[in-house]
């Protein structure tokens, strides 16, 4: 994660320098609306069943808004409020080990709800104009996030009362997010908007289970692992 | 121009859209064909008071699914009164070169497994399981046990491997039955 923003602001600095020669004028600011695919990464990405640190996170949605206001000098405050839909992934995996966990014939897993999270992220931006029309935004932004885990119910075939689940699990964390974005300014008010993001947040889960009287199968009861990946966006924004 | 911007509205807006129905997601692990079998269920009995005195008994069924009945021509104790002994329950199959060790999977998932044991009632036998697993609180499991015999008598003992994944409490009603095979005990 350093790394990524000791990157970014090498570049920051680097295009300040080489734009110092573009034309000076105040960018524009803008508000609007926001979406694309969520590509999680790490832990929370895999989906194996002997491994209690899989989230079974699969790359998936995302949407929201999206706003920022430039000052004179080309510096801006703004933010963002997303939802990140990451779905399921895996459901297969789990239901193949908990048939060989409690070697029985077969085995069904329902999963309840998606893995998904609620991001609402604000502060500096930097616009650097590329010519009339075209500029690159980069942003580094802090905030909450507020990410659910899916839960699922493991049926046993042919066993009265076996029946177990894990259930959703909801944490709220700090979480970071960089990136840039190419604005093209349709007409003075409308703007395209195409980016890329990383983000990050690390919550704690606490993860409630039901009907687990054994030592026998997978079963976790917290979940600390770093929500990680790459959002890839499209937005249409008001220009102001 | 506004083509573009209508698509990309239309692009973020069915975005949301996919992400809000999409459905829960389920997932099956059907039966597979088994390759490993439960032929063979051995009493191992050693006398506590003379360890040089050892019996096998063996319950033998090497083909369940067709009508030939089990082998129990070797099912048979024959324990002295008055007498504590220590018993292993071995299960095996014997269909395999060399015999495959069922007893080592058993006590791998001795957490959902339990071994019953039912006396006629003519048979002066108390059975006690002296092993447990790995649950909290720990359930016995009936692998390794203690027979302590009376006064002389004659009877059948039952033994059930009960398969209770999920549902072990430490009684044998939950689950279903991976074996029951029964062993004439004379007592002398």
């Known amino acids: 994660m350093n790394r990524i923003l000791g990157i970014i602001l090498t570049m920051l600095l680097s295009i300040s320098v080489l734009s110092s020669q573009a034309q000076q004028r105040r960018l524009p600011s803008y508000v609007g609306i926001t979406g694309g695919i969520s590509a999680p990464s790490g832990n929370f990405a895999k989906d194996d069943y002997d491994n209690d640190r899989s989230g079974f996170a699969g790359t998936g949605a995302m949407a929201g808004i999206t706003g920022v206001y430039y000052f004179k000098s080309n510096f801006g405050i703004g933010g963002i409020a997303t939802y990140n839909d990451y779905g399921f992934k895996g459901a297969q995996s789990l239901a193949d080990g908990y048939k060989e966990a409690f070697d029985v014939d077969s085995s069904t897993v329902d999963i309840n709800g998606s893995n998904h999270s609620l991001n609402i992220l604000v502060g500096p931006y930097y616009g650097i104009p590329l010519n009339s029309k075209l500029s690159l935004d980069v942003h580094v932004l802090g905030g909450v996030v507020n990410a659910t885990l899916a839960g699922n119910t493991v049926y046993l075939e042919d066993v009265e009362n076996a029946t177990f689940s894990q259930k959703k699990a909801t944490a709220t964390s700090f979480g970071l997010q960089a990136g840039a974005a190419l604005r093209y300014s349709v007409t003075s008010h409308l703007g395209l908007m195409l980016g890329a993001d990383y983000f990050t947040s690390k919550p704690d889960f606490k993860v409630e289970n039901e009907n687990r009287p054994l030592n026998a199968g997978r079963i976790i009861t917290s979940y600390h692992e770093a929500i990680s990946g790459i959002n890839g966006s499209l937005s249409v924004v008001y220009q102001f | ?188």
């Open chain 2, 1 to 188: 121009m506004k083509k573009v911007i209508s698509y990309a509205s239309a692009v973020i807006i069915l975005t949301v859209l996919w992400g809000s129905c999409k459905k829960d997601e389920q997932a099956v692990a059907p039966p597979v064909p088994e390759n490993e079998f439960l032929t063979t269920v051995e009493l191992k009995v050693v006398n506590e008071s003379d360890p040089s005195d050892v019996q096998t008994a063996s319950w033998i069924d090497l083909d369940p699914d067709d009508d030939t009945p089990p082998d129990v021509s070797k099912a048979k104790l024959t324990l002295k009164a008055n007498t504590k002994y220590t018993v292993q329950v071995l299960f095996w199959d014997d269909t395999k070169t060399p015999r495959g060790d069922v007893t080592a999977e058993i006590k791998e998932r001795e957490n959902y497994h339990l071994i019953c044991f039912t006396a006629t009632s003519g048979l002066d036998l108390t059975v006690k399981r002296t092993d447990h697993d790995t649950n909290s609180p720990a359930l016995e499991v009936g692998l390794e046990d203690e027979f302590t015999t009376g006064a002389a008598s004659s009877g059948t003992l039952n033994v059930e491997l009960r398969h209770q994944p999920n549902v072990k409490d430490g009684t044998c009603d939950p689950g279903s039955t991976d074996a029951d095979v029964n062993y004439q005990i004379t007592i002398q």
